[in-house]
């Protein structure tokens, strides 16, 4: 082989190589909505860059749209994980609820103690409406071809003859299970943000945090819609409430309960899978993080309150910044 014709395939290998690291954010990205979980969706995309790089080169050089392939073993080993995850979380204990993101800008990317680190893969995970958290809640409730279906047409695009390959049904069928998965999104009513938007979001949860740092139950009810509730997950390795607290009055409680058990807790708003949230820190730890659903008029209808410390690997680091 000539110096000129070694020096051509290298280029093309180097193509090839930046084309296939360049799909990791899409694939993370499909992976998180896919799951629920960061880690378990770091874990898929790395099992399919492994059966990627097991191929020979030939095979490889074989493969038309390596975008595509990715794409495929990606979606049939979430697939796969999301058939084990429900036996897996009939023995969680307590309620299990998907696993918060922080937005880029409010947490250190890879520095500490002077070091650069990876970039985490949360950085790699666009905040949008398909991860606010009452979003992911619904995917939870679908089975694990509905979710495959759904997360691949409606919010990626795919089409159906392409989610056919991954999901091994026919593209009619592909196309059933994205409707079934539709009338429950429909169902669920899944709050939307107020009508001021995000802001109106953020001012509602201010006064949730100025309410709860005050012990001034009467207000926290008064923000509460009276059929609201909240969730808790502690995975059985912190304290947690296991089930659902029902009820503006009993949440209020609860909280002031928390208030009074912890002193010295830290209250922080942060973006939360995309929209305005709470964290809380203690000794300058984060402990829970919160994610809010509202209702219609404004109030708080849902609280996600994530305290596994399992799922709280990306906010460790948080930027502590100004309140």
Request: charged share 25%; hydrophobic share 40%.
């Amino acid at each position: 082989m000539t110096s000129s014709s070694t020096a051509h395939s290298a280029d093309r290998a180097d193509r090839g190589l930046s084309l296939i690291v360049g799909e990791r954010r899409r694939l993370t990205n499909l992976a998180y909505r896919l799951l629920g979980s960061l880690v378990e969706a770091e874990d898929a995309v790395q099992e399919t860059y492994a059966r990627w790089y097991a191929m020979s080169p030939q095979r490889q050089e074989a493969i038309e749209s390596p975008g595509a392939w990715l794409t495929t073993v990606a979606g049939r080993i979430c697939l796969d994980v999301l058939g084990s995850a429900r036996v897996r979380r009939e023995r969680y204990v307590g309620e299990w609820v998907p696993e918060p993101l922080p937005d880029r800008t409010e947490w250190f990317s890879g520095r500490t103690g002077g070091g650069d680190l990876p970039d985490d893969p949360a950085d790699r995970v666009t905040l949008d409406e398909s991860v606010n958290m009452a979003f992911l809640v619904v995917l939870e409730s679908m089975t694990p071809a509905e979710r495959v279906a759904f997360v691949l047409h409606d919010v990626f695009r795919y089409p159906f003859g392409e989610i056919s390959d991954i999901v091994g049904r026919t593209p009619a069928a592909c196309r059933q299970l994205a409707a079934s998965a539709r009338r429950r999104v429909r169902s669920a009513q899944v709050p939307p943000l107020p009508a001021a938007g995000q802001a109106g979001q953020a001012g509602l949860v201010r006064h949730f945090k100025e309410a709860w740092e005050a012990k001034d139950i009467e207000a926290l009810v008064g923000l509460l819609d009276p059929d609201a509730t909240m969730a808790a997950d502690g995975g059985g390795l912190v304290g947690a409430v296991l089930h659902p607290v029902e009820g503006s009055e009993r949440i209020a409680a609860y909280l002031i309960h928390i208030a009074d058990k912890a002193p010295g807790l830290t209250l922080l708003e942060r973006t939360v899978n995309g929209v305005p949230g709470l964290v809380a820190q203690h000794s300058g730890v984060t402990v829970t993080v919160a994610a809010f659903g509202l209702t219609d008029d404004g109030r708080v209808s849902r609280i996600w309150a994530v305290r596994n410390p399992e799922k709280l690997r990306p906010w460790i680091a948080l930027r502590p910044g100004p309140e």
